[in-house]
């Protein structure tokens, strides 16, 4: 089998409960058995998808994380990486820093945060956080970002985007992730472009690449892939997006291993 699947993980791969079906364990490791490559592609650290890897017993060649900022290969050696230009990112720190919302900063392998975190806070695998009351301080000079991560309110969030927007609208772009986070990331990176950076590292076709997904981040995916899935807990203008909605990645397998999929 000379297939690629690529796959998100919350909402996709994971449940609410931030588990793995059973089901979407044995025909993720029959695909892989069977020759299939299975990439799995997230906004988490990279940290934790090594965690959803052995869970699985399945190893990717690469790993897609912080929503295609980072590329590590199956050594752990950061392949690709895309971090916010270190003047830009002082700027928007210091935009940051005189307002009331939290602020924490991903760099390529780690998260940092200017104080602990809220109880109830961490929703990582693997919590590998820097706490470093000086962050302001350090970032664009020692710390190197990728994302900036903010936690607050909607209005608040305008009024963020539109003085960031303003300064470096061609650097980054913010987006409102929840109705209670907003991520700053560079204007390169999607997870679209990092499947396509996947697709010549391993010198392959669109034709052979498959992607599966649930939200609005997994749309650049699937204009990047070969025949895409969303799993049909998804809005409505996201499965407008995709070639095929399935309810589980165990049916998305089942499609790519045995049948033709589905013509739109």
């Known amino acids: 089998m000379t297939k690629v699947l690529i796959c998100d993980l919350d909402g996709t791969l994971l449940d609410k409960n931030n588990e793995i079906s059973l089901e979407n364990m044995r025909k993720i490791q029959s695909f892989s058995n069977s020759g ?28 897609i994380s912080q929503n295609g900022a980072v590329i590590t290969n199956k050594d752990g050696k950061v392949v690709f990486k895309q971090e916010i230009d270190s003047h ?50 350090k970032v664009g000079n020692s710390v190197i970002p990728t994302i900036f991560l903010i936690f607050g309110e909607k209005s608040g969030f305008k009024q963020i985007k539109a003085t960031i927007n303003k300064k470096y609208e061609n650097i980054v ?34 034709q052979d690449v498959y992607v599966i997904g649930d939200s609005e981040n997994d ?3 699937f204009e990047a892939a070969g025949y895409s899935f969303v799993i049909d807990g998804a809005s409505e203008q996201v499965k407008q997006k995709a070639d095929e909605i399935q309810k589980t990645v165990a049916d998305c397998i089942e499609v790519i291993m045995n049948k033709s999929p589905k013509v739109r």
């Open 36 to 63: 299939g490559t299975f990439i799995i592609a997230t906004g988490r650290l990279d940290h934790d998808i090594v965690y959803v890897e052995k869970q699985l017993g399945v190893q990717g060649d690469f790993r």
């Open 219 to 221: 749309i650049s995916m």
């Open 88 to 137: 830009a990112a002082k700027g928007i720190m210091k935009i940051l820093d005189n307002r009331k919302e939290r602020v924490e900063v991903n760099d390529a392998i780690r998260r940092y945060f200017p104080s602990p975190r809220p109880m109830g806070g961490v929703a990582e695998f693997v919590d590998s956080a820097v706490i470093d009351p000086q962050l302001n301080k």
């Open 173 to 206: 772009n913010c987006v409102e992730t929840s109705d209670s986070s907003l991520e700053i990331m560079s204007k390169y990176i999607s997870k679209g472009v990092a499947v396509r950076q996947i697709m010549k590292e391993l010198n392959i076709s669109t």
